[in-house]
């Protein structure tokens, strides 16, 4: 499997457990947490950046 393909497999299952986490504890209906969908969006960038230096390297 290419690290591409790995790479979007990993922050696909990220983002469904971060997003089951959030419903599950009823965070999405609270405005004082919404800062939290903010910060997925570097992790997300992290994420595939990593994966993309692994590949070139």
Same mark, same amino acid.
């Given at each position: +499997?290419?690290? %591409? %393909?790995?790479?979007? =497999?990993?922050? $696909? #299952?990220? !983002?469904? #457990? @971060?997003? $089951?986490? !959030?419903?599950?504890? @009823?965070?999405?209906?609270?405005? $004082? !947490? +919404? ?5 997925? !969006?570097?992790?997300?960038? $992290? =994420? ?10």
């Amino acid at each position: +499997m290419s690290d %591409v %393909v790995r790479a979007g =497999i990993v922050l $696909a #299952v990220l !983002v469904e #457990v @971060g997003t $089951a986490i !959030v419903i599950a504890a @009823g965070w999405h209906t609270d405005p $004082a !947490v +919404m800062g939290l969908f903010v910060r997925v !969006v570097p992790l997300q960038a $992290a =994420i595939v950046g990593l994966f993309l230096r692994r590949r070139a390297a």
